[in-house]
């Protein structure tokens, strides 16, 4: 299935310019009026790690040195869930959260904080909501953010540990016997 440049932008909840820079970058394989879902899921993928402080150009160095790959985006599995019809702004005021708080989760998070202009990812709409009951029943704006950090920080523990789980079960053996990790 291939996709329009408006339906990649849509999709991959980034604006023009930022897919011009992709091009550049010879990030995506796609052009026009003809992009793969892999494009779709390089665009967001590369924006999530630069808003994260990731430069997109040293993560496709990597790509290019073999270092990193990508091909991870090509699998059945990997699904990339179409943001919110609406900006940060406009959640904000419907569902009872203050702006400035939404916005600084994300970087209690470990991310950058959203324009308020930016498109809302479904995911946080489980954190606004949470954070609307926290509020509610009393608990300062900081309190939420410690929370959130907490949270997000043991999230980065969990997924460190599968990762080290995956390399010394899976990859290095797998590795050691000659098999090829696509087979």
Do not use: K
């Not at 406009?90 to 400035?100: D, G, I, K, T, V």
């Amino acid at each position: 299935m291939s996709f329009s440049r408006e339906q990649l932008v849509h999709r991959a909840g980034v604006d023009e310019d930022y897919v011009d820079r992709l091009h550049e970058l010879g990030a995506l394989r796609g052009r026009d009026e003809a992009y793969e879902e892999r494009d779709v899921h390089v665009a967001a993928l590369l924006y999530m790690w630069e808003r994260a402080g990731l430069s997109a150009s040293a993560i496709l160095a990597a790509v290019d040195s073999g270092t990193l790959s990508l091909d991870f985006l090509d699998s059945a599995a990997w699904e990339l869930p179409e943001p919110l019809p609406i900006t940060y702004r406009e959640f904000a005021e419907e569902h009872r959260n203050p702006l400035h708080l939404l916005q600084s989760i994300q970087e209690a998070m470990g991310f950058a904080a959203p324009d308020p202009d930016d498109r809302v990812p479904r995911d946080d709409i489980a954190v606004a909501e949470l954070a609307r009951i926290v509020l509610e029943i009393g608990i300062s704006d900081e309190g939420v953010q410690r929370l959130f950090r907490v949270y997000a920080d043991n999230v980065r523990r969990l997924a460190m540990a599968e990762a080290d789980l995956y390399m010394e079960e899976l990859e290095e053996p797998w590795a050691g016997a000659g098999i090829d990790e696509s087979s």
